[in-house]
């Protein structure tokens, strides 16, 4: 499939890489890491990584204003987006030939090739996969760029995701490419203080559910007050893991550019996509996200999420254990 996927890249002159809404350091960095690695390869190429950015990951590189072309002789490439309406600022019908580069459970079709690989643990994983396997050309900031995006969607390598492969992988791009670990993590990790502040007030808002799902409602008023942007709860969402009581956590923040609620959500155990996929969202068993219209609906959400969980508890004798606690 690899080789399939370069010999679309060769024959087209004019490719489109997109993303998911809502991006994401894999998202972004998986797209840009793509965008740069092409150009290298055929400098002559036009080459465009679109969609709609976010300052916080300004460290992983720009996206590109998208010039008028013809679309039909045009090859769309996405990364990281499982389904058609998820898709920021491409809509697959209007172009030449599509590939998909994903590591979501699959979702839909998109009508050319599904690179689909559900055990990489990023789609900056099956990146490295395919330029290492390709004569796709890489250099250090491409193999830094890759670095973020994987290290982000792996939780620094703590999801069960990552495999043989991804420490294969990344030792090989470590060993050829040498790049500054520390300096690296610096990048990715500094912050201001107004977002710890902030984090700390999740922390102390979280509403805890009967059976271990753990929520805060972020309005618009509390992002302005700690000047904050609306993904910036979304980006906190895994510094929440390890909390004795909580199966399933949730930052439900209102986008008031979007006109919608996004909902990240995360769990250590309960299986959380489906209850995502029935209000139109999507992601990993672990790791999902929505988009609804209402507070009401997102805390409709939180009380199947809860059902979840409960039944979780029940099928794997957590009660017992609470109880001898």
Sequence with gaps: MYKEIYKYIKKYNNIVIARHIGVDPDAMA???????????????????????????????????????????KTLLITVDVPDRRRIDGADPNNFGFVIKIDHHPFMEDFGGIECIQTTASSACEILMDIISNTKLECNKQIAETLYYGLISDSNRFLFNTCGPRTFKLVGEYLEKYQFDLKELYQKMYLRPLNEVRFQGYISENLTLTDNGVAYVDVTDDIINKYKVDSAAPGNMINDFNFINEILVWCTITEDVKSGLIRISIRSRGPEINKVAEAHNGGGHKMASGVRVQTFEEAHIIMSELDRVCEQYIKDNGLEEEENDN
């Design 30 to 72: 998986s797209q840009i890491a793509l965008r740069d690695s092409i150009k290298l390869t055929f400098p002559e190429k036009n080459v465009y990584a679109i969609g709609n950015g976010s300052t916080r990951f300004s460290y992983i590189g720009k996206l590109d204003k998208l010039e008028e072309f013809e679309k039909d």
